[in-house]
């Protein structure tokens, strides 16, 4: 079984950068594929970006493609997401995922971290 711990969400103005954090308990976490996900208020929750478990693939929702970057440090059974020239629209709660590549959810959930973007 694996626990994951989110953290680094907060309060940004619009074209601000925050980077999330995903930390993982367990032994096995190099061998998951990891994901984020988002739900926004009102909204199905939806998928943002995955990485493989060596990080050699990567994919990204459209609507955050090249300013989201998903990246992983098996070392520290951490997982990253670095978000950039955000937007009030990125406003949600950011959950982190074993997920099933390359877009679907996995069976471990963390609580999630909530990121509001002001305009």
């Known amino acids: 079984q694996v626990q994951l711990v989110e953290s680094g969400g907060g309060l940004v103005q619009a074209g601000g950068s925050l980077r999330l954090s995903c930390a993982a308990s367990?032994?096995?976490?190099?061998?998951?594929?990891m994901g984020w996900f988002r739900q926004a208020p009102g909204k199905e929750r939806e998928f943002v970006a995955s990485?493989?478990?060596?990080?050699?693939?990567?994919y990204y929702a459209d609507s955050v493609k090249g300013r989201f970057t998903i990246s992983r440090d098996n070392a520290k059974n951490t997982a990253y997401l670095q978000m950039n020239s955000l937007k009030p629209e990125d406003t949600a709660v950011y959950y982190c995922?074993?997920?099933?590549?390359?877009?679907?959810?996995?069976?471990?959930w963390g609580k999630g971290t909530l990121v509001t973007v002001s305009s």
């Open positions: 990485i493989s478990w060596s990080g050699g693939r990567r």
């Open positions: 995922n074993t997920a099933i590549l390359p877009s679907s959810a996995g069976n471990y």
């Open positions: 367990g032994r096995t976490f190099s061998s998951y594929a």
